[in-house]
């Protein structure tokens, strides 16, 4: 399972996750499981369902100007916990970047059976690291 903090300004006016198309997440994620990258939302989809992915976020809802992690306020989790009991077979989290993991312990107790790995943030605002660095760190944890 992949965790992020809150759906970008981009991906709630497209309804899609990762809809800003100089997030790192969709390529990243092609790269790892040896698949042409494509635009189209559908063929997105099928790579999660494909390799037995979800991906959902921390934040239900939260105060934000623009779409920066670091303007999160007054945040209102998703029931992650209830989502984990009705999927018993999830055995690993994978956050995308600290924030996500930083709201997930503010409101949540890990899980021992769970195994949880912070990642490098696909975010275009995080370019101290370039894609290769980013698809290095994500490929050691996420296959």
């Known amino acids: 399972m992949i965790l992020g903090t809150l759906p970008s300004v981009k991906s709630l006016e ?3 996750y990762y809809a800003n198309p100089q997030n790192s997440f969709w390529k990243i994620l092609f790269t790892i499981y040896n698949m042409r990258y494509s635009p189209n939302y559908a063929m997105k989809k099928q790579l999660i369902i494909a390799n037995q992915l979800a991906v959902w976020d921390v ?3 939260a105060k934000r100007l623009g779409s920066l992690d ?3 306020k007054n945040e209102t989790p998703n029931n992650i916990i209830e989502l984990l009991t009705q ?3 999830i055995e690993k989290i994978v956050f995308n970047g600290q924030k996500a993991t930083i709201l997930y312990d503010k409101y949540f107790q890990r899980i ?3 195994k949880y790995s912070t990642l490098l943030s696909t975010s275009p605002a995080n370019a101290r690291f370039n894609f290769h660095e980013k698809l290095d760190n994500w490929r050691q944890t996420i296959k």
């Open 14 to 16: 497209q309804q899609e």
């Open 70 to 72: 670091s303007a999160i």
């Open 59 to 61: 934040c239900s809802s």
């Open 87 to 89: 999927n018993p077979s």
């Open 112 to 114: 021992p059976k769970i």
